[in-house]
């Protein structure tokens, strides 16, 4: 059946929402889907709010622009308050709950609370709650396994910095079995 | 297939360029395209070619004037305000009948504006590049995909009909991610550039690049003969269309625009409404007898863009005004969503076809 996922992962400048999105990007593309990534760029890269949009599809895509998310990622406390409301009925929110003290208030969609940025920092992952984020993104939707994923997150890290590659793979693993 | 890659649209621009054998890129940064002078940046040096970032969009312009003149692959790239800059030196490029390209992915307007996408360069890309009598083929891509394919023909179809060809793109588009089939680029068509500055070694009468001519008589002769050009250039006007056959709303929109409608005119189809999709690819020369083919069978327009209404009037020239046209638009960097361009496409729907669009 023809499926089409939109989904929305939003936080600060510098977690690394664009970076876990890129990884989502190549997964879709190695297991033959249509992808589209569209960040909202502007000043918000300079320390403010940035989002990511990445829709994954079965067939081609039309407009690359996400305002309703199927799954929407909070990884800090104003993005859940500015896009709750905009989430699709029956969609998922995920939220690093190590930065958000808020609880979904919506009952008309899942929830899913993982403290992402304390697992990284209580596993010497500091910075990689993004890709613990993007394991939990692939368990809770069903949209990709693990290997999957470590052969993106491979595609997707430069050569220079190929070192991080295990720190990069373990934290998705950790995000993903959580 | 050949593997797909997975690049900005930006980058697919400047990897379009260089596999289409652009040794010379001239450029100044400038938001929502700077991607494109830093691919260039980074590849040019590996493949002995040249990028340089001038010190104004102005000398950018006409150092592309001079490598197009030598008979080289060139092109420059910038976003509104700076296309702005660069316009004296397009109108010199066509007066010379320069093969070169140049990319606008537009921001918003006028002045500075912002760094958000928008399509209000329209005019200025289509009517007044510059100043003087001319044209320039202007093509519209709306994938990365395309991003890739119409920098190729760009490229081809300067050196084909000698004038400078322009990508128009907007910041959306510039910086969205998708898949990308580069292997085109691999089956590139060259052109003999018998008239380029290459020196004579004493072998050859001189070649001449100019565009004074004081000679009143001379200059109108020069422009005729390029306006006869002009009209055989005018068959490379082309649209891809959507769900067109049966019709009663066409939606006519371009680039990023017409991905929305796309999703606005399935809703659409399945609330039981004919809507169908005109998507001009050449925005110069313009598709307008296929414009007004779409007007014998649909009863009204919907024009999707983000500016304050200028492709319309090429809509409701096309059709010589015969069905109403209603617009949906927004600017200064704003985007139609598609809820709006449905709810036009509903309003359109309960019109008939001899009303006229002033009336609602």
Redesign the interface.
Known sequence: MSQTVEIMIAGFGGQGVLFAG?IL??AA?MAGK??????S??PEMRGGTANISVIISDTP?????V?NPGVFVAMNQPSLEKFEEEVQPGGLIILDSSLIQLKVKRHDLQACYIPATKLAEDNNLKGLANMIILGRIARETGLFDLDTLYLAASKSIPERKKDLLAFNKKAIEIGYNY | MAD?V?MKGNEAIAEAAIMAGCRHFFGYPI??QTEISAYMAKRMPKIGGTFLQAESELAAINMVYGAAAAGARTMTSSSSPGIALKSEGLSFLAACDLPSVIVNIQRGGPGLGG??PSQSDYFHATRSTGHGDFHMIVLAPNTVQEMFDLTLEAFDLADKYRMPAMILGD??LG?????VDISRGNNIKTYVKDWALTGTKGLRKRNVVNSLYLSAEELELLNFQRFDKYKEVEKIARTEDYLLEDAEVVVVAYG?CA??A??AI?TARKNGIKAGLIRPVTLWPYPKHQLKAAAEKAKAFVVVEMSMGQMIEDVELSIRCSRPVLLCNRTGGM?P??EAVLESIEKAALLKGEQNADSI
């Not at chain 1, 249509?34 to 960040?39: A, F, K, N, R, T």
């Not at chain 2, 910086?175 to 898949?179: D, I, S, T, W």
């Open positions: 890129k990007a190549y593309l249509e992808v589209s990534w569209l960040p760029y502007g895509i039309g407009s690359p622009i305002d | 797909k997975l938001t929502p760094i958000r910041g959306m910086q969205v991610m998708e898949p990023i991905r929305i796309k999703n399935d985007v969503t598609r």
